[in-house]
């Protein structure tokens, strides 16, 4: 297991098209988070799953965006109608119960609204 | 909401000194407070955590202290090295360490 892996690595779309991004977390990890980080500033919690039960959702997620962990693994994150204010970038952890030294971020996935 | 926030953006040390980044917190009920380190184009690193009911913990080449009275936390590295160049945050959770709200960043430049 070589850590969280995101895909893709970048993406440009065009403002109200559809997108979707990937996350493989750790095999051994129960929890998997999704976060959006701007230019310049520390990422912003947006959800997090135990297993494939979403239990907390930040106010950044609108209605346009919604994650999913089918099968407690891999999870998805789709943010419909895209506007230039998305352009982020989208980063995916997960942990073991606990947290701590096993809080592990992916590489994330650039998003770029035109 | 509440939230950690950085003193200085960006900072700059000799290679072989020793660096020091603050951090002050507002969320007295945080359990854990934490440091990443993020290179570019990469996601952010766990460095090191701490316990609320701490006041210094140490790592290899990292020491982080935290002052619960002024709200107060500082990630310390000793003999920085070029590869420590980075944006260092801190971070803090809950009990249970699950959703990290995250301060604004330093960025650390070391010169050779």
């Known amino acids: 297991d070589t850590g969280v892996s995101q895909d893709p690595r970048h993406k440009i779309t065009k403002r109200g098209q559809n997108v979707t991004f990937r996350c493989d977390p750790i095999?051994?990890?129960?929890?998997l988070y999704w976060y959006r980080q701007t230019l310049g500033q520390g990422p912003e919690f947006l959800t997090y799953?135990?297993?494939?039960?979403?239990?907390?959702k930040s106010r950044l997620l609108s209605d346009r965006f919604s994650a999913e962990r089918p099968k407690g693994s891999f999870s998805t994150l789709e943010i419909q109608r895209t506007e230039q204010g998305d352009s982020a970038m989208y980063l995916c952890a997960s942990s073991p119960d606990g947290g701590g030294y096993g809080y592990t971020f992916g590489s994330g996935t650039r998003l770029t609204v035109v | 909401g509440e939230s950690v926030g950085l003193h200085l953006p960006t900072l700059s040390v000799q290679e072989g000194d020793n660096s020091i980044i603050n951090c002050a917190y507002s969320?007295?009920?945080?359990?854990?407070f934490i440091w990443y380190k993020q290179e570019s184009g990469k996601g952010p690193q766990f460095i090191i955590d701490i316990r609320s009911n701490m006041d210094k913990r140490q790592g290899q080449r990292v020491t982080v202290l935290l002052n619960k009275t002024v709200k107060h936390l500082s990630l310390q590295i000793a003999a920085t090295q070029p590869g420590d160049s980075a944006v260092y945050f801190c971070?803090?959770?809950?009990?249970?360490?699950?959703?990290?709200?995250f301060g604004i960043g330093t960025k650390l430049q070391v010169i050779p």
């Open positions: 971070a803090e959770s809950g009990k249970g360490y699950q959703k990290v709200t």
């Open positions: 969320n007295s009920a945080s359990d854990y």
């Open positions: 799953f135990q297993n494939e039960a979403q239990l907390e």
């Open positions: 095999s051994e990890h129960n929890r």
